[in-house]
Each structure stands twice: as C-alpha cells, then as structure tokens.
C-alpha cells in the first residue's frame, strides 16, 4: 500500500520563476494538505483540498495557489518565487477534513531551493 | 506568532532510560494535540495524539500528558531505545483540521 507520493524530490529555481509540486494521497484518502517547512522550523499550514476545493487556507500569499484532481491528487504552485520560499514542502494526506485522533500521512516532501 | 512551543531544541538520553519532551501552546481553543516523529529524508509520522477530554493517553512505550490549565503537553517515551532517535514535533489543533506544530526537538538515544 503505497504512502503519500511527492515528486519532484528535490528542486532549484531561479528568483521570480514559477514552480509545481505534486502530491499522490495516500490509497483511500481524500484530502490534502500543504505544508512549509523551513530550516529549524516546524511545518506551517498552507491549505487544505477537500473535493477539488480550497477548504482552509493558512497565512501564505495569493502567490500560493493549488489544485485536486478528482482522482485525490493535488498540485501546489508558487508564482514569483522569493528566496524566502526555500524549504521542504510537505504534502499530507487524510480520509476527511478533520483529523483529530488519527492525524496525517506526511509524505517525504519536496526540497525546494531558490537561487 | 507561534501558538505551539517546544522551547527545548535537543535532548541526550541514555538507552533504557526515561525521555521527555515538552511542548506548550498558547491558544486555549486547541482541542487536539499531536506527536510526530521524523528522520531525516522522511516526512513526519504519526505516533501519538490526545484529545482535550482526556489528560493522558498511552500507547506501549509512549504516553503523552496534558494539562490544560497549565497548557503544557509532554510526551514520555520509556525505556528509551536508540531507534527512538529523531526530531519530534508536537501539533495542535481546533477540530483536527489545520494543525500548528512546534519547531521541534531532536532526540538523541546514547546506546
């Protein structure tokens, strides 16, 4: 049974580029969330896709947008890429919205990096 | 503003011995708590959690602990084994939808 799939693994993109991430969900899941995480951070929540909508968004710019596929995958694009955007992006899925006990399945992220 | 802390970046144990990790958090309206456990090169994963009714939940070698008054949440790992070794994060929630997580201490387990 396969866990959340990322790809790419790692990324390098220019100031002012635009970038895609790609998320699988876990078999069964339906939901997807985003997450940043920067160097010594913990992660920050950046939205959440339930039935191909944005449900919750965290406290990121319009430059972060995404999208879900009704086979449960989902995209996050990042537009005019800062420095500040360096981090390894966390895609983490759920059966449902609200994951009180269980939690999340994190997949191993997306190491982006701008230059 | 960080409203889930983990003041303490590391932390040495010996193997065999008791862990202990803590995390406090500021908003009052958290109603689930989380630990996660991550290696390097690998997403977190899920270990243990706790809801707002209860002040303890244990799970073999884990039990977390809550005191709500004092907003402090701690996780206790005994005995420590070296694959224990990793940076655990807790996580807090409202209804289990978007969670704030702490920044995370890393454990180290001396054999």
């Known amino acids: 049974d396969a866990g959340v799939t990322q790809s790419p693994t790692h990324l390098i993109k220019t100031r002012g580029q635009q970038v895609t991430l790609r998320c699988s969900p876990k078999?069964?899941?339906?939901?997807v969330s985003w997450y940043q995480q920067a160097l010594g951070q913990g992660p920050q929540f950046i939205f959440q896709?339930?039935?191909?909508?944005?449900?919750q968004r965290g406290n990121f710019p319009d430059r972060f947008s995404g999208h879900q596929f009704p086979n449960y995958s989902s995209e996050l694009n990042v537009n005019a890429l800062l420095l500040g955007d360096s981090a390894l992006y966390l895609c983490a899925s759920s059966s449902g919205r609200f994951q009180g006990a269980g939690g999340y399945t994190f997949g191993s992220g997306t190491r982006l990096t701008v230059v | 503003d960080q409203q889930v802390k983990q003041n303490s970046p590391s932390l040495s144990v010996q193997e065999g011995r008791i862990s202990i990790l803590n995390c406090d958090y500021t908003n009052s309206m958290f109603d689930y708590f989380l630990w996660y456990k991550k290696y390097p090169a690998e997403g977190p994963t899920f270990l243990i959690s706790i809801s707002s009714i209860k002040d303890k939940n244990e799970d073999g070698r884990f039990t977390v602990f809550l005191n709500k008054s004092a907003k402090h949440l701690s996780l206790h790992i005994v005995p420590s084994q070296p694959g224990d070794s990793a940076v655990y994060f807790c996580a807090a929630s409202v209804t289990g939808n978007q969670f704030y997580f702490g920044t995370g201490t890393s454990l180290t387990v001396i054999p």
């Open positions: 078999s069964g899941h339906d939901t």
């Open positions: 896709y339930y039935e191909e909508e944005e449900r």
